[in-house]
Structure formats: C-alpha cells, structure tokens
C-alpha cells in the first residue's frame, strides 16, 4: 500500500470514529434522578393538588380552570386513553397526568418548572403534555365539537335572533393569531404581519360562546381569506358543491324578505352570499350604519369568545416553546376544553358558574355595552385583521342590502339602534 493510500485510508477512518463518537447514545447518569425519587413526599400533586381538590375547590379551579366535579367526570372520559398497562412499573396515574396538563395550559408555566413541581424529568413532562392534549381532542372532540348537521345550524341561528336579535346567522367568524417559538428550517412561512411567529386558529362561534366551526395550524403569513376558503367549513360554505348540506335560503320573521344562511365577519373577509361584512368607509348614511352595528354586535360574541380563552389558558399568552406539531396539539386541546366547560356550566344557575361568570364577557342591556373583564387584561387579542380589498358579486351585495333595510323596518328594528346610531354622531 503505497503512502498516500495509507494516509487517506487512515483520515477516513479517523473521520468515522469523530462521526460515531458525535452520534452515539448519550450514556444516562441516573436510572431516575434522586430528586426525583422524593415525588410521593414532596411532589405538588400528593402535597398540595389532593388537599385543595378536597377542601379548597375555589383554588382547585384557579390550578386546573374547573371544579372537582367537573375534573372527575372528564377523568373518567379519558383514562380509558392514558391508563397504562399493569406491568409498567411506577406508573405515573391517569389524574397526576391530567392534572399536570390542566396546570401546564391554564398557567402557561413552562416544562422546567413542571417538572421540578411535579418531581419527575423534563421529557417526561413533555410527552405527558403531549399525549394528554391529543387524548384530550380525540376524546371531546366529537362530543363537544360535533360535525355541524342542518338541526345544529337552525339551532344556532335561533340562538342568534333570540340574543342578539340576528336573523339567518349560522355564527360569528373570525381568526387569532397564537404566538409560537420560531419553528426550525421554516423561514418566513410563519412569521405574520404582526411581526411575530405564529398559527392561526381560524373558528366560527354560537351565540353562547361555543365554538362551532375550527380550524387550527395555518401558517401566519397567510391571507386569512385564503386560510377560511382552505379549511374544511370553509369550503362548505362557499362552495356550491355543499349546498345541501346547509339549511335553505328562510324568510326573515315579520316580513316577506327571503334571504339565505350566514356568517357574520369583519373586513378581513369577503363578501359572499353565506358571509356578512360591515359596509367599509364613513358617512354611510343612516341605513348602512345602523346594519354595520347590528352586524357588530352579533359578532362580538366571537371576540368575547376569544377574551375568554385567553383569559383562562394562560398558555395562549405568550409565545408556546414546541414544535408545529406540539402547538397545534395544545391549540386543540384548549379549544376543546373551553368547550367542554362552557357546556357542563350550561345549566348550572348564574351564581354557581366559575368558567365565564357574569362581567367576564360583555354584557350589554338596551344597547348599552358594559366590557367584559377580559378586555381590562394587558394582553390584548391577536385576532386577525383587514388585509387587502374585497369585491363582491352585485346579488351579493343586494343580499345585504335587503337586510339592511330589514333592520331599519318596523320588522327588524329594534328599539335603541336610533339613540346608539345618533350618539355616535354627536361630537
């Protein structure tokens, strides 16, 4: 073998060695860390949870957002999912790894910190997190977020006329930007116009809070009109092909004015026969602005929907630390949750519910809008905003303006809409 063969052979395999020395499997140092061999004696969930879930439920809730009761029976949904086989030795307990997550979303307190509150390691707080948030959307998901049938959608426009006095409305649309950590190898994919990284949960809301319509994990440097006419119930409203799954085209009560089903949007959106918009610009007379404010109201509900998960997952507050996946995961998981709660308060007399007490969200009496809690929080809402013009078909826009002139009919009006058009107008 000649020199330079030997040299060659001889820095390739030294090159192999640094590569497998590089590569190879880091040697662990502790089967279990001694520190956290303490858990049973000092561990938040034996010293602390078991005792306020017992004797303090007004803290309990503060730590998971719900009521002993209301833990219990999503427990009891869940374990058969996150129950681990008998074998497993030292076996963290289906309620340890559900109330960890609840504290981890409803805090937004990071995996450090968990895992040395709880005294077990940092990956193993994170693939609990992890799997109980995917337990938790698979579970609920179509309990408490059901596919949208025709009874579902006349019974949430029933809902809408009944409260926000809003015919033919199927629900109040709108997207929230949720701040992430920077995703590895995206570049700008997901950075948005807000200047920061992050998803976009695009929903459509009920009358009482509820989401009803979601679509979670567009990048956010997406048009939101493009991320609404990608998703799934977007494509059912404004697609001819899905015309027969959605209620027909309804007489408005009290008069002979035939309209179809829709949502109710900001500016963001266009405007299309299944999607209300606000009239764009000022000095629209008084017709017009008295239908961008009856519009406004019914579409408050889906901003107050969004004040109020913020305001209980603290998670939503600040950028989430994970990958896409992750984020999307503990995205669901918090959708599904506030509806879970917002179901089982439901029937729950006013004083008893702790999830959206009265003064969380806005309360309004003749017109006259109180805000809710939720506004008077430093972290305002990233919800999606007005990018680019919208041009609508002329049946379209003689859609809206038939409600409009509904709404200022003896058939549609209601009686403050005059004093709020004409305070506004005051100097």
Known sequence: MSRLRMIVVLSLMLV???????????????????????????GQYETMVKYIKT??????????????????????????????????KNALCPSFRLCLTLHYLAEGCSMKEISRNYYIGKATAHVIIREICTVLWDVL?????PEPTIERMVEVSKGFYRRWNMPNCLGALDGKHVSIQAPYHSGSEYFSYKKSFSLVLMVACDSYYKFIYVDIAAP??????????????????LSNE????????????????????????????????????????????????????????????????????VQRWWILRKPIVGDISTCTKIVQAVVVLHNYLQAEESDLPVHKQRYCPTGLADQEK????????????????QSVGRIGANVASVNVQQNRNLLAQY?????????????????????
């Open 242 to 309: 899905f015309e027969d799954r959605l209620p027909q085209a309804k007489v408005l009560p009290n008069s002979n004015i035939v309209l179809p089903y829709f949502l109710v949007a900001d500016q963001a959106f266009p405007l299309h026969k299944r999607i209300m918009r606000p009239y764009p610009g000022q000095r629209l007379g008084e017709e017009k602005n008295i239908f961008n404010y009856r519009l406004s109201r019914a579409r408050r509900t889906i901003e107050n929907t969004f004040g109020i998960l």
């Open 16 to 42: 192999a060695i640094a590569r497998k020395r590089r590569y190879r499997t880091r040697i662990r140092r502790y089967g279990v860390r001694p520190f956290n061999k303490l858990r049973k004696l000092h």
């Open 407 to 427: 709404f200022v009919s003896d058939a549609g009006a209601v009686p403050w809409q005059w004093n709020h058009i004409l305070r506004d107008s005051l100097p």
């Open 141 to 145: 998901k179509d309990i408490y977020i």
């Open 55 to 88: 004797n303090d439920e007004k803290e309990f809730f503060s730590y998971t957002r719900m009521t002993p009761a209301m833990f219990d029976h999503l427990l009891m949904l869940v374990e058969p999912k996150v129950r681990k086989h008998p074998s497993r």
């Open 366 to 381: 003749d017109g006259d809008v109180t805000p809710g809690i939720w506004r008077q929080d430093p972290f305002q809402l």
């Open 220 to 237: 956010g440097s997406l048009h939101d009109s493009y991320i609404f006419r990608q998703s799934n119930f977007g494509r059912a409203f």
